[in-house]
């Protein structure tokens, strides 16, 4: 493990939550202008055979995935403000342009009929479902989290382009050229290797409700797949149980419970654990990483080498801002990129910042203004809709210190 002595407070909270009894393994990486300032890791890796959390150990991130498949996707398509149709022939809704994709403005947050397991590695067959269905809303003139339809869409559309999943692209740009641990579609290898999700409280403990909702019920895999995946970092008081997202949460034919529940992780035992979700590479939700390889990921972003600046300075820039029409709280996104608000909390510091969270805490952050890159990566999942305070702790300690 290593921490520069200017972090040195981040290496206290890191610790301190393992003291406190919030993780079982975790890690958390930074790097600013280009330089690894911080890479921790601690714990363990499987509570069922006490194996240890290793550096190289990755976890299954759920929606941190959403950035990298933004990234591939503004690579190659050169106009956002194309209708999906110029590339999707088949897509039923010719006003619903790439932008709405990306922005999570398609009104297409769910999968209508049941997507069966023998399908959940056929994306293109997924994406079918949703090109005949009808939208909830019309494109353009609202937002909501589309948190596995979005990457089914976008996905299908890179494909149309280049004839090429996101998984084996983000390979080809990304991992490879960058030497980063980090797959949209992992091999037998890194399964075996990967942190196990778990839900299980701290010992001792009740599950962390906290005066909020827990995880969504009716679409509850073991191990997560439930909760809203755009966040890791916000306070438990920033969900009431009365408010309506935690009223929706614990209502199974809910919008949100339906836009996060099918496909069924909760289908297959172990849920996000089981091979077949490591190995589909949902371009959504099915990124496998180590905390410095998605922390690389937002440093070559932000350096340039991924996007041009001003490319990602337009990637970023807020389309939607206000009330999601899925998670029922404030939510803001570029395309395909989280900003801050009340599902992607940021410091006051981190203004500038973009990134995307994951089911249960994990998260990934850049912010050009600072130079900096964030991951957190953990396996205890939060047993709460708004995610927990762990990712938040890191991150607050990270501008504090600089």
């Not at 398609?106 to 293109?124: K, Q, R, W």
């Amino acid at each position: 493990m290593y921490c520069d002595p200017r972090f040195s407070r981040v290496r206290e909270v890191f610790e301190g939550q393992f003291a406190d009894g919030e993780e079982l393994g975790a890690a958390f990486a930074v790097y600013l202008d280009g330089e690894l300032v911080v890479d921790l890791w601690a714990g363990v890796a499987d509570r069922r055979t006490g194996r240890a959390w290793e550096a190289d150990t990755p976890a299954f991130a759920y929606s941190c995935t959403k950035a990298l498949t933004a990234a591939v996707a503004l690579g190659v398509i050169d106009d956002v403000t194309s209708p999906v149709t110029r590339f999707w022939p088949e897509f039923a809704t010719p006003a619903t342009t790439v932008e709405h994709l990306l922005a999570h403005q398609a009104g297409l947050p769910v999968v209508e009929d049941p997507v069966p397991v023998e399908e959940f590695a056929d994306l293109p067959a997924i994406a079918d479902r949703l090109a005949r269905q009808r939208p909830l809303w019309e494109p353009g003139t609202a937002h909501g989290y589309h948190a596995l339809t979005y990457g089914f869409l976008v996905g299908e559309v890179v494909r149309r382009i280049t004839g090429t999943s996101i998984g084996d692209l983000v390979a080809a740009q990304i991992a490879g050229p960058h030497d980063l641990d980090l797959w949209v579609g992992a091999s037998e290898e890194v399964i075996t290797r990967a942190a196990r999700l778990t839900t299980t409280p701290p010992e001792g403990r009740a599950p962390a409700t906290g005066g909020t909702a827990p995880a969504a019920r009716g679409t509850a895999p073991a191990a997560g797949g439930t909760a809203p995946a755009v966040t890791g970092a916000a306070p438990a008081a920033a969900m009431p149980a009365d408010s309506p997202a935690a009223l929706a949460a614990l209502d199974p034919g809910s919008l949100m419970n339906r836009a996060l529940g099918n496909p069924g992780m909760h289908l297959l035992k172990g849920g996000a654990n089981h091979p077949v979700i490591l190995r589909a590479g949902w371009p959504g939700a099915g990124v496998v990483t180590t905390a410095k390889g998605l922390a690389g990921f937002y440093r070559a972003l932000i350096g340039g080498e991924l996007l041009p600046h001003d490319r990602l300075r337009e990637a970023v820039r807020r389309r939607v801002d206000g009330q999601d029409r899925v998670l029922l709280m404030d939510s803001a996104f570029g395309l395909g990129f989280a900003r801050p608000s009340s599902t992607f909390l940021a410091p006051p510091k981190a203004a500038e910042a973009f990134g995307h969270g994951g089911l249960g805490g994990s998260l990934g952050l850049g912010d050009p203004s600072r130079g900096l890159a964030c991951a957190y990566v953990m396996n205890r999942l939060a047993g709460s809709v708004t995610g927990s305070l762990r990712a938040h702790r890191l991150i607050s300690a990270v501008y504090d210190a600089l």
